[in-house]
């Protein structure tokens, strides 16, 4: 039923969904038959049971409450870069997020979307690159949203900073949102080379102006996050009157 009812909201042809009670990951079973597979297979899962984040921490994903997906790409533009499916993916979840519940969202580079500076969603892009051109085989980008909270609450570790988007949990809404999550994506993804969602980026911000840490390996470097150039790149100016453009990596904001 609930699979149906996403391709009843669905407004983008050739997708193909795969719905599972659980599965470990869905970006790690999608990797696994990315190969043979055309683009625009969606895998979902009502739970996952070694959810994966960035650096590979854990993401929490018990049932019903979430939306845990994986959807496959594989790009034909040049100059491909991945970041761009990222931050493509957060304002698709914003964007998602705002028309179905009309809370305000932000983003925190490069990938946390929150609501009142608690974080909604994580997104996870991986894949394969072909060595003979540097073009990718595929991409794997993995999306996961606190639709609904949690009925026992969020664990201890991520109690005070992980947030949801709706008050009651309802299959339909839950629907409406996959698909509409899915439908922003596709806008942004078909006219990637545009990067016309960039400026939406920047305007959602939760880091532009803001006195953050860059966190690099075991060293937290104090700096000041200035600007998102066209690469999705953060430009931080360090205390010491150096400036730097982040391409990757992590920083913490105090909130």
Do not use: H
Not at 64 to 72: P, R
Not at 190 to 205: G, H, I, K, T, V
Not at 232 to 253: A, H, M, N, P, Q
């Amino acid at each position: 039923m609930y699979i149906k009812s996403i391709y009843d909201y669905l407004k983008i042809s050739n997708i193909n969904i795969e719905y599972y009670e659980t599965l470990p990951s869905t970006n790690s079973y999608l990797k696994e038959r990315a190969k043979s597979e055309k683009e625009g297979l969606v895998v979902i899962a009502n739970n996952q049971t070694s959810g994966r984040g960035r650096f590979d921490r854990k993401f929490y994903s018990p049932d019903n409450t979430g939306i845990y997906m994986s959807i496959l790409l594989k790009p034909a533009f040049n100059n491909f870069d991945a970041t761009l499916i990222t931050t493509a993916a957060a304002v698709a979840v914003a964007r998602a997020t705002e028309k179905l519940s009309g809370k305000v969202t932000k983003i925190k580079w490069v990938n946390d979307v929150l609501i009142n500076d608690k974080k909604i969603c994580g997104i996870l892009t991986e894949g394969s690159i072909n060595p003979q051109n540097s073009n990718p085989d595929y991409v794997v980008l993995g999306i996961g949203v606190n639709a609904f909270a949690p009925e026992n609450g969020f664990q201890n570790e991520i109690k005070s900073i992980a947030g949801y988007v709706f008050e009651e949990y309802n299959p339909d809404i839950k629907a409406n949102f996959t698909a509409e999550i899915i439908n922003q994506f596709f806008k942004y993804y078909q006219a990637m080379p545009n990067r016309f969602f960039l400026d939406e980026y920047r305007q959602r911000s939760a880091v532009i102006g803001k006195e953050i840490t860059v966190i690099k390996s075991d060293a937290k470097i104090p700096a000041t996050a200035l600007s998102i150039d066209d690469r999705c790149r953060l430009e931080v100016k360090y205390t010491d009157g150096t400036y730097e453009f982040l391409s990757s990596g992590e920083i913490s904001i105090k909130l």
